[in-house]
């Protein structure tokens, strides 16, 4: 089966670091994705991970183990901003001409002054 | 700037009338996609093209249907909504290739009376 764990939710505190993890199952696997969706709106693209090890992207930083089926998303310096949900995203092999990502229900993150 | 529009942001229809949403991006992707999430849920694919292969997922109701006139444009077809269609529909691209990112447009929130 294909399965995405993360946890539903997360406060921190303004300046601080947080990690949010996600596990996963899933019958292939050909990247992960992380996306960041604000109340209402649309998913917008963070990070991908498809080889094991460290993303830096600015602030956000993304972590993979393909051998522990885990990676992490770790957000420095938070910012109120940074208040959203935060989504997992795996790139299933569909074996089709396109690979289709299965998304995990997403962690909300509440940052606090 | 290039980009993926969704009109319109938020549409109200009565119990089985059939409505329509539309996708339209300027960044040329060949992948166009339709998710539906339901609130603190994750989003969950309906169908994809592929330029002009149409591709269902096995779990979609038939009352969803697509059509793709080209490559910029995308509509999902609601035949007869149910009050347990109301959701957020979003529309994504991406371009095979490297990554194959989805990016998202800023979805159509659907209520259904």
């Not at chain 2, 290039?2 to 960044?27: D, E, H």
């Not at chain 2, 603190?40 to 109701?61: I, R, V, W």
């Not at chain 2, 509509?75 to 194959?100: H, K, Q, V, W």
């Amino acid at each position: 089966g294909q399965n995405i764990d993360q946890p539903t939710e997360m406060t921190a505190t303004e300046g601080a670091i947080v990690q949010i993890n996600c596990t996963y199952q899933t019958s292939g696997f050909n990247g992960l994705f992380w996306y960041q969706q604000h109340a209402g709106e649309a998913p917008t693209f963070l990070s991908y991970n498809v080889l094991d090890g460290l993303e830096e992207k600015g602030r956000f930083s993304s972590f993979l183990s393909r051998s522990k089926g885990y990676s992490y998303l770790l957000l420095k310096e938070l910012q109120m901003k940074d208040s959203a949900s935060y989504l997992c995203a795996v790139r299933d092999n569909y074996g089709g001409a396109t690979n289709k990502l299965i998304f995990g229900t997403g962690t909300l993150l509440a940052v606090q002054p | 700037d290039a980009m993926v529009i969704q009109n319109p942001r938020y549409q109200v229809t009565q119990f089985g009338k059939p409505v329509t949403l539309s996708c339209s991006q300027t960044l040329n992707h060949n992948v166009m996609y339709w998710y539906q999430q339901k609130s603190s849920q994750a989003p969950k694919l309906l169908f994809h093209y592929y330029d002009k292969d149409f591709n269902n997922e096995a779990d979609t109701p038939d009352n969803f249907q697509s059509r793709r006139p080209n490559t910029s444009f995308c509509f999902l077809d609601i035949r007869s909504p149910g009050l347990g269609d109301a959701a957020m529909y979003l529309c994504a691209t991406s371009s095979l290739g490297a990554g194959e990112t989805q990016y998202f447009g800023p979805g159509t929130r659907l209520l259904v009376l």
